[in-house]
């Protein structure tokens, strides 16, 4: 029975060890969102143009948003076309693992 309770004392006190270290081997980049680019910001009705995010940081996730317009695609690279002559803005919004969020938009002009 000595033995037995040896063991499992060894295998909890491992299985501790390997679990401390995994969670120390997580490199946990900060959020940082340098900008937006687009393919053509004057452009002509029907075109599409592509917009990209410049973000690091763990675990980011896009929500895209605009206020006309046909929006297609998800992650860092989204494509934008719109049939209407004006001028028009796409918001990106970038939210790390651990809920930090950083907005950055850009306008485009559709003649």
Known sequence: ???LNKI???VA????????NKETDEQV????????TVTSSNFQ???TVTISADVSGT???YHWSYNSGELTGSGDNVNYSNDTPGY???ICTAEDG????ESKDISMNVY
Do not use: D, E, H, K
Request: glycine content about 8%; hydrophobic content about 50%; proline content about 3%.
């Open 1 to 3: 029975m000595y033995r």
């Open 8 to 10: 499992f004392l060894l």
């Open 13 to 20: 006190i491992s299985s501790l060890f390997v679990s401390c």
């Open 29 to 36: 980049q900060p959020l940082v969102f340098n900008g937006l």
């Open 45 to 47: 009705t029907g075109t």
């Open 59 to 61: 675990n980011v996730i």
């Open 88 to 90: 028009y803005t796409v």
């Open 98 to 101: 651990a809920g930090n969020l």
